[in-house]
Structure formats: structure tokens, C-alpha cells
């Protein structure tokens, strides 16, 4: 299945469909922004995200280890620490290039 989050403020509508891959591991998380006014507008995303990567979800901060890599506009995460399941690891990638990120708060 998937969820549709959809809004309009100060003359910009946003449609957010959230869904999980069927065959992977995958959430996917599309944001379609259109701006209906007729002044030029600046506009930024951000996606916050409290990783857990362990089989506890207690809190993780300290073990958690996160990369930027360029190349595939991708931040990836693992938990070196973690000895449940073999590095298990996440990531956050888009379609355009990051402007800036913060890996650890």
C-alpha cells in the first residue's frame, strides 16, 4: 500500500506519497511541489531521521557511523557496534544534489 499527504500553503501544493518496496527493503518517500503563484519562489526539503540499526530501540547516539557520498547524493549510516545482524546499514538518497547536510546532531 501507500499513504498520500497533500497541502497547499502561500501558493505552493505539495503531494507527498509515502510507500515500502514490495520486493526490498525500501521506504520511498516522493515529494512533488508546484508552485500556483505567479512569483518566483525558493524553496528547501528536509528529512529528519533518528536511526536505530540494532535489534534494541533504545537510543543509538555515539554508534551510529554516517557518510555523505557525492557521487549518489546519498547519506549511508551503520551501526559498527551493533552484533545482532551483520552491519546493517541505511540509507537517504534524492534526485538532486545536497545543498547541505548535518550527520550527527
Known amino acids: 500500500g501507500y499513504s498520500i499527504y497533500e497541502s497547499s500553503e502561500t501558493g505552493i501544493t505539495a503531494r507527498t506519497t509515502m510507500f515500502a518496496d514490495a520486493a526490498q527493503p525500501v521506504k520511498v518517500v516522493r515529494v512533488q511541489l508546484k508552485n500556483e503563484s505567479k512569483e518566483r519562489k525558493r524553496i528547501s526539503a528536509t528529512y529528519i531521521a533518528d536511526l536505530v540499526l540494532s535489534s534494541s530501540n533504545q537510543p543509538q547516539r555515539g554508534r551510529i557511523t554516517a557518510h555523505y ?9 551503520h551501526n559498527g557496534i551493533e552484533q545482532d545482524f551483520p552491519r546493517p546499514t541505511t540509507f537517504l538518497g534524492a534526485t538532486e544534489e545536497a545543498i547541505a547536510y548535518v550527520l550527527h546532531r
Open 69 to 77: 557520498n557525492a557521487d549518489n547524493s546519498a547519506v549511508f549510516a
